[in-house]
């Protein structure tokens, strides 16, 4: 950035604009949980700080969802070829998204779910999802597979259209929000 002479306020606001745009995605924790699953992106794109939270989020998850399953005993164990990849270091020395800094961490030997996204996180030679281990595979899975019909969002939007009338035409982006999500609380179970 310190290079930058005649291109840098240029960037300062794109960098700006990308912040307020995105700020709300880059702090849901389940917008982190799922860039972290993504083998190609990990952690290289958090802040510092960001890493070490970021990282016990994933593993609050898989613990709650492993008490969640009913076989508890199998679904954490970790195959020995995780640690022989993690042994073997990275064939790549040019990956353009590999930035280098790893996140500091304690190991607890008996806590898998532990060992287990720590080992995923110093892995380089994990590159596709298909790579993953079962647990972190089920994770990517729930975090990063889109809704598989459009009904619901054609529901939203066929309700949308009937909001928009002439006495509601000058209604704020705000209000509109609220007056659609109402129509639609009915079909949650809130109380």
Known sequence: MKNLKFCQPLVLSLKKGLAKRFQRYMTCENCQISA????????????????????QGLIDYLISDNEKDDNTDNSLSLPMSIF??????????????????????????NNN??????????????????????????????????????????????????????????????NFEMTLLQKYYKYFNIM
């Not at 998204?97 to 607890?108: K, M, R, S, W």
């Not at 899975?141 to 928009?164: C, D, H, K, W």
Request: glycine share 4%.
């Open 36 to 55: 972290v699953l993504i083998p190609k992106f990990i952690l290289n794109w958090a802040k510092p700080l960001d890493k070490v939270i970021i990282r």
């Open 113 to 174: 779910v532990q060992m287990l996204v720590d080992t995923y996180l110093s892995n380089t030679l994990i590159k596709t999802p298909n790579d993953l281990p079962l647990p972190l595979k089920k994770a990517y899975i729930r975090f990063n597979t889109a809704i598989p019909s459009s009904a619901p969002v054609e529901r939203l939007f066929t309700a949308g259209g009937q909001l928009m009338e002439k006495r509601k035409a000058k209604m704020a982006d705000k």
């Open 84 to 109: 022989r990849l993690l042994e073997l270091g990275s064939d790549s020395e040019d990956d353009f998204l590999q930035f280098g800094d790893t996140v500091e961490t304690d190991y607890f030997p």
